[in-house]
């Protein structure tokens, strides 16, 4: 500092912060030596607070106002100072200005995938990302936790520690709350304020309060998300006119085939019946005219898993499996598997597999 600060800061007695910036959390007020001149004006504006330290010990706190530093508005410095009758200017004090305003517009998100376990799912994997609002709150604890010597201290010098800590709270709070999948998009203010509720404490420790947390978007792989959709649908659709409009679309299908064995003329056959079918099923069954019952769809073909050298194998239908039996692949004791079956079971135990090793010829004599 040169000859002219050292006499500007003879005649300073104002002391005060012109915040210019939207991001300064902490502010360091800057005069020759830490000189502060007995009855100084000190001003303190909405949105602020100002903290004395003597000697790396923090004294006393002032909320807005204005104040002339007397030993009576600075009692805990007067104390360090071990005035009893007062002091005589000047006297040494660092002064911190602390914005207490809302930060806004914080941002944070999860940089790799959050693998989560759902019920119904099972195990997914999702990502998340949002905003957050903090404030300081308590200004000695902010000085001592996070600022320090740090005469200019900014949002964006703590933003990476305090992402790390929302994500770990987080993926906790999601885990801990088992809040089905199909509920993050549709519940995203009340998992917002559950998050919030977590690390508010964590905030605290710091001297931040955390004034808002939003989530903004929770995204989930899209077979998952086609799952869901689908499953939304159904809750809200009549599922005996969505089976007959499906038969409808079957035939349909079928009465388009031309190789079939009616033709053209049982194509259009099947055409009108399916136009009947269809506006019998939107008219709620008041249509006056039955038409024609159409066949069932053919049953899926009966398929089965073996184990086979210590793995699974398949799926084969019957006429594979009854190759397998032939050759000794698939014995009696051989552990099968099917759609509908609750766990493994010998092949001689399941009804459909008995009748292949009955069929099966017995060896050549001297083979």
């Not at 999702?126 to 900014?154: C, H, L, Q, S, W």
């Not at 509720?197 to 903004?216: N, Q, S």
């Not at 089965?304 to 799926?315: D, E, K, R, S």
């Amino acid at each position: 500092m040169g000859i002219f600060d050292k006499l500007r800061a003879e005649f300073i007695d104002i002391i005060e912060w012109l915040d210019q910036t939207n991001d300064t959390m902490a502010y360091r007020f800057e005069r020759y030596q830490n000189e502060i001149k007995n009855g100084a004006q000190l001003t303190v504006r909405e949105g602020q607070m100002a903290v004395f330290i003597n000697e790396g010990k923090i004294a006393d706190v002032f909320m807005p106002g204005m104040y002339k530093l007397t030993t009576e508005n600075l009692p805990i410095l007067a104390t360090l100072k071990g005035w009893k009758y007062g002091f005589n200017s000047p006297f040494k004090a660092e002064v911190y200005f602390l914005s207490t305003r809302n930060i806004t517009d914080q941002k944070w998100g999860t940089k790799n995938p959050l693998t989560l376990s759902d019920d119904r799912f099972g195990m997914i994997e999702i990502r998340a990302f949002g905003t957050y609002v903090m404030k300081v709150k308590d200004g000695p604890a902010f000085i001592r936790e996070i600022v320090g010597t740090d005469g200019n201290f900014t949002s964006e010098e703590i933003n990476g520690q305090l992402r790390s800590l929302i994500v770990t709270r987080f993926t906790d709070a999601i885990g801990e709350a088992e809040i089905p999948v199909e509920k993050y998009a549709r519940d995203l203010n009340e998992i917002s304020g559950t998050v919030q509720g977590i690390i508010a404490p964590e905030f605290e420790k710091y001297g931040i309060e955390v004034t808002k947390f939003l989530i903004e978007n929770i995204s989930m792989p899209e077979e998952i998300k086609k799952e869901i959709f689908e499953l939304s649908r159904l809750d809200k659709i009549d599922l005996n006119k969505l089976a007959k409009l499906k038969t409808a679309k079957a035939i349909e299908v079928a009465a388009a085939n031309e190789s079939g064995t009616a033709g053209a003329g049982m194509g259009m056959g099947m055409g009108f019946a399916m136009a009947n079918q269809m506006g019998s099923a939107m008219s709620g069954g008041q249509n006056t005219q039955v038409p024609p019952a159409a066949p069932p769809p053919i049953p899926p073909a009966l398929t089965f898993y073996i184990v086979l050298n210590g793995a699974q194998n398949g799926p084969h239908d019957m006429t594979a499996l009854k190759g397998l039996a032939v050759n000794k692949s698939l014995t009696p004791e051989t552990l099968v598997w099917r759609e509908g079956m609750s766990n493994w079971t010998a092949a001689k135990d399941v009804a459909e597999l008995s009748g292949l090793f009955g069929s099966v010829p017995p060896p050549v004599p001297g083979a």
